[in-house]
């Protein structure tokens, strides 16, 4: 299994990115995706995860200005992110729970490789 992001970059503060991450490779079901983020010196923290059958979780820090959403057929997650903050710049990854074939008592962790995110002042 592959996660494959897309959508960072340099954004001023108040601006808008999207990011998107597609998992590809052997899926039997998607429990999960969500995307984290770290900053320098900083510990990796959750920003906002989805379940495949709809329950979502918003990090309070970005509550109100990032939305997330999947896409089941293309098992891919996206995070829009508006109102951008100089706080939010971090390098964002995205995580997906997978289980790879009908025999896999559980999901195994994936991650993908990660997009810098970077807001101006």
């Known amino acids: 299994v592959q996660l494959e992001e897309s959508g960072g970059g340099l954004v001023q503060a108040g601006g808008s990115l999207r990011l998107s991450c597609a998992a590809s490779g052997r899926i039997?079901?998607?429990?999960?995706?969500?995307?984290?983020?770290?900053?320098?010196?900083?510990?990796r923290e959750l920003v906002a995860s989805i379940t495949w059958n709809g329950i979502i979780y918003v990090a309070d820090s970005v509550k109100g200005r990032f939305?997330?959403?999947?896409?089941?057929?293309?098992?891919?997650?996206?995070?829009?992110?508006n109102k951008l903050k100089f706080e939010d710049t971090a390098v964002y990854h995205c995580n997906a729970q997978i289980r790879s074939n009908h025999a896999d008592p559980y999901e195994n962790d994936y991650w993908g490789r990660g997009t810098q995110v970077t807001v101006s002042t």
């Open 67 to 81: 939305t997330i959403s999947n896409d089941n057929a293309k098992n891919t997650v996206y995070l829009q992110m």
């Open 28 to 43: 039997f079901s998607i429990d999960t995706m969500g995307w984290y983020r770290q900053a320098p010196g900083l510990q």
